[in-house]
């Protein structure tokens, strides 16, 4: 649960970060929404409220397992390794810098009953590098990595968690007992890294030579095995390289239309969408031009952390309502995705791995400089503070109990 809360008046400006003068584009007046989702607007100069404090999740009794013994154990249709959940997303998704901030989400997340502990494992000598090379750019250097390079073996994880006892993680714990399944969730996260840009190619003499090579096409066919093979997928769409390039459906499209027919061949076509598990992200919601989008449709809460946050719940209307602002491209983004995958099996986030500045004492964030990003000096960008990643945990632990679940919330 979030609580709400009312920002004070402010101008669109107050959330630039410092030298950013570009203006944003004209946007579709918002929509109206119902309920308490408040929004800023106006003149004026009274300085920020102080947040209040989350509202302690709420707990239930454990279930506990009859007497008598127990059923046999319910067999495990995603097998010894767990679910098989894939990420993917176009080029400058933020891919790299969420997998970079998903040790730090782990570690946040011991906090909050409904998400508990979680252990992660790299499964491969190029992982376990890559994620010590992340971590160190955004925790000692405070810098963004680099994008991701091509790996023949990929990146492969596997999370082992155990659930806190209460509330409805500890609900579902108990329920995993009296059927007799064992305490703990296993799922494996993996990244065949290809690069969004080599969907289409460029035009320079390298992606040129590639092409006659068939590099992409290889590429393409294993970034397409691994989503067949997957059961979940968490796909990442960042708004701010759409409003730039204006290409995320013609990656989108090649990808989608590959996996089709690879799961058709397999007779796996199912109500005549694919039948994968989906958790559809929206990247950097720490920019200022998303944070400003949702605060003009007023779908900004307080997450426990003090820090801004579009609710699981609102995700959907505020991913519907950014492809709309998008133009063509983007709402062709929405389309594509709505009609490839079945909406039971389907959810949204918005996410931030690095969230937001805090405020001048220390705690929720800063009203007046949101913005953890210092504007690039000498072409570097540099993170103010310590990162707090939004929503990069969770798609993952939501979608493994979306599937083990059947697709019942």
Partial sequence: MTESFEFPPFETSAFRANGDTAQDPQVKPPIPLGGDLLLGGGRGTAPPPTLPAATPFETVTEARPPAQAAPPPVPDPAGEEGVRITLWGGSSSGKTTYLGALPFAIQQARTNPRYGSWMLTPLNDGTHEFQAETTTTLDTARTFPPPTSVLESGLSWRLRGRVHEGGLAGLRRGVRQ????????????????????????????????????GVFKAQ??????????????????????????????????????????QIEQEGRIRDNR?????????????????????????LVKQDQHGQPAVPQENAEVFFDLLCRTLGPSGQNVANALKAAFHPKRTMYFVTSAVGFRRGPDGTGFDMA?????????????????????????????????LYRSGGHR
């Fill in 220 to 261: 393409k066919e294993t970034l397409t095995r691994e989503l067949a093979r997957s059961h979940g997928i968490v796909y990442l769409f960042d708004p701010t390289a759409e409003l730039a390039a204006a290409n995320s459906f013609q990656y989108l499209h090649d990808l989608l239309s590959r996996l089709q027919m």
């Fill in 178 to 213: 009296a059927r007799g399944r064992q305490e703990e969730d296993t799922f494996t996260l993996n990244v065949p890294d290809v690069p969004g840009e080599w969907f289409g190619g460029g035009d320079s003499i390298d992606d040129m030579k590639m092409r006659r090579e």
């Fill in 369 to 401: 400089q949101p913005s953890q990003i210092n504007p690039a000096v000498g072409g570097v960008q540099r993170i103010m503070d310590q990162i707090r990643p939004i929503n990069v945990l969770e798609p993952l632990v939501e979608l493994e109990r």
């Fill in 274 to 298: 694919l039948p994968h598990y989906v958790a559809i992200c929206v990247t950097k919601f720490d920019t200022k031009w998303v944070l400003d989008r949702a605060l003009e449709a007023r």
